[in-house]
Nanobody, 121 residues
């Protein structure tokens, strides 16, 4: 599975963005997908995940209520809607394909190139 994240940009606090993760490969619909982000000088951290069917989602506590993950398996796409952006959301956002088990997402070694989100006034 090959993944490519897009949709980032420079936005102001309070704005919204929708990030997209485009996947190639016929087996994409069999993978859970997760979004992670990495701020400058910090470790990559989990943001959100969605199961292969799309029925179950999971979010980091820091983004609950502002981030929404969704997927369209017919289009091999996963989305991350980000509302009420804050400066602390500034990071490179990555999507990954993996598995979802017992309420937790486990990334495999499938990562897309990230997309930069910068929130600044």
């Amino acid at each position: 599975v090959q993944l490519q994240a897009s949709g980032g940009g420079l936005v102001q606090p309070g704005d919204s963005l929708r990030l997209s993760c485009a996947a190639s490969g016929r087996t994409f619909s069999s993978y859970a997908v997760g979004w992670f982000r990495q701020a400058p000088g910090k470790e990559r951290k989990f943001v959100a995940a969605i199961t292969d069917s799309g029925r179950t989602t999971n979010y980091a506590d820091s983004v609950k209520g502002r981030f929404t993950i969704s997927r369209d398996n017919a289009k091999n796409m996963v989305y991350l809607q980000i509302d009420s952006l804050k400066p602390e959301d500034t990071a490179v956002y990555y999507c990954s394909a993996g598995s979802y088990w017992a309420g937790k997402y486990y990334p495999n070694n499938y990562w897309g190139q990230g997309t930069q989100v910068t929130v600044s006034s």
